[in-house]
């Protein structure tokens, strides 16, 4: 019986690259979900972003002025300061009114915002919270025409060691324009078989993470995705597998003939600017998309025309 597998992206945790090697970074990213259960990593470059500090105030209290700066251009949103600070977002009302939030300047810089809170009613003694651009990218998701191009995809099951020594992300960081920057989305997927001829709904029930992460069938999973994703973008630093076709990559063939898959989808829509991947170079743009081994001459095919 035909099969086929579709894969969908659960979550993608951004990183801007130079926290890479930051301690509290790296504590934040360990007691992350989707960070723990990811295993494909992208490389992609945005317009740089920057705190415009002059302009970045706390007025009222509680409301948040921001101003960033993104390339030449400026863009600002007033929020609450509560919808930026993870650690007591979820704070009601009325206790959020014991609170005292500044903003250090004398610490923060156009990367990090510094801010010093305190609660005397709660006894919570003063302490530091920094908030990143690309934190306030996430939570606000307020800049607008700066979407993340893919420049490199790979994959790997101890990422950070991985990305951090990668001779690849040295090499795009060098190359970058003035007003460029990297951020790193560690990416992890849900996925499900079907049969070919009829779409089984419960396979969205079934998570990457629900298996032994040490399987050789849960790495073959992650190889055909990560193949998939390099000939879908062809990012302009993966110098493998980028022209060969899916339908005679040989380790594509090899797991495909082990599982009797013979058809793949990929959906990476996901919700916030943040989160627009694209390549100048891919081979279709569109969020839902299929490539079927048995019709390997139609090439990549956008699902939504379906539905149409």
């Not at 250090?104 to 801010?115: A, M, T, V």
């Not at 299929?290 to 990549?300: A, I, N, R, V, W």
């Amino acid at each position: 019986m035909k099969k086929f597998i579709s894969f969908e992206i659960q979550g993608a945790t951004p990183l801007d690259y130079r926290y890479l090697h930051d301690e509290d970074f790296e504590h934040v990213l360990n007691e992350n979900e989707s960070f723990k259960y990811s295993n494909i990593y992208f490389f992609c470059k945005l317009k740089k972003r920057r705190f415009d500090l002059v302009n970045t105030k706390i007025i009222n209290d509680f409301e948040l002025i921001v101003s960033i700066n993104i390339g030449e251009q400026n863009q600002k949103i007033t929020t609450s300061i509560f919808n930026c600070i993870s650690l007591i977002k979820g704070v009601p009302v009325n206790l959020q009114q014991t609170f005292d939030i500044r903003i250090d300047y004398n610490k923060s810089s156009p990367f990090i915002l510094i801010l010093l809170i305190k609660s005397d009613e709660l006894e919570l003694e003063e302490f530091e919270f920094g908030i990143s651009i690309t934190n306030v990218d996430h939570s606000l998701d307020f800049i607008e025409g700066n979407p993340p191009e893919i420049v490199y995809i790979g994959q790997s099951f101890r990422m950070l060691d991985r990305v951090r020594e990668h001779k690849t992300l040295s090499k795009v960081i060098s190359q970058l324009e003035d007003d460029e920057e990297i951020v790193i989305y560690f990416v992890n997927f849900k996925y499900g078989i079907g049969e070919k001829v009829r779409v089984n709904m419960k396979m969205w029930d079934f998570m990457l993470e629900t298996e032994n992460r040490t399987d050789k069938n849960y790495r073959d999973k992650i190889s055909l995705a990560e193949r998939f994703l390099i000939y879908l973008f062809k990012p302009k630093y993966n110098d493998q597998h980028i022209n060969t076709e899916l339908s005679k990559d040989t380790l594509v063939k090899k797991i495909l003939l082990k599982s009797g898959i013979t058809m793949i989808g990929l959906c990476y829509a996901m919700y916030g600017s943040l989160y627009q991947f694209w390549s100048p170079n891919q081979r279709l743009k569109a969020d839902l998309i299929s490539y079927d081994f048995d019709k390997p001459e139609l090439g990549f095919q956008n699902e939504m025309d379906l539905f149409k």
